[in-house]
Nanobody, 119 residues
Framework: QVQLVESGGGLVQAGGSLRLSCAAS????????MGWYRQAPGKQREFVAV???????NHADSVKGRFTISRDNAKRTVYLQMNSLKPEDTAVYYC?????????????WGQGTQVTVSS
């Protein structure tokens, strides 16, 4: 069984910073991509950032230059450093990963962590 546990969300003023973490546990043979999505109230879930097993990254245009994704393979953890936060960044942030479990490649998701940015 695979579990993703997120932490680091909270309430911050506009212009502030937060760092999200997501640690994976369970019978993971190998982890490919790891990343983050977010969902604001009344909106669809949207892509935020992704990092490959080799460290290549891609960020959504809306967060480029402000957010940085990274990972620690030894800890099976992905991070999202969020700087210069804006009220429109308010959302539930979900981490995910692609992993081989039991010989099958599949996606796994965290439970979500709330990020609220006040103006």
């Amino acid at each position: 069984q695979v579990q993703l546990v997120e932490s680091g969300g909270g309430l911050v003023q506009a212009g502030g910073s937060l760092r999200l973490s997501c640690a994976a546990s369970g019978s993971l043979f190998s982890i490919n991509a790891m990343g983050w999505y977010r969902q604001a109230p009344g909106k669809q879930r949207e892509f935020v950032a992704v990092i490959s097993s080799g460290g290549s990254t891609n960020h959504a245009d809306s967060v480029k230059g402000r957010f940085t994704i990274s990972r620690d393979n030894a800890k099976r953890t992905v991070y999202l450093q969020m700087n210069s936060l804006k009220p429109e960044d308010t959302a539930v942030y979900y981490c995910y990963l692609e992993a081989v479990v039991g010989g099958t490649l599949d996606d796994y998701w965290g439970q979500g962590t709330q990020v609220t940015v006040s103006s």
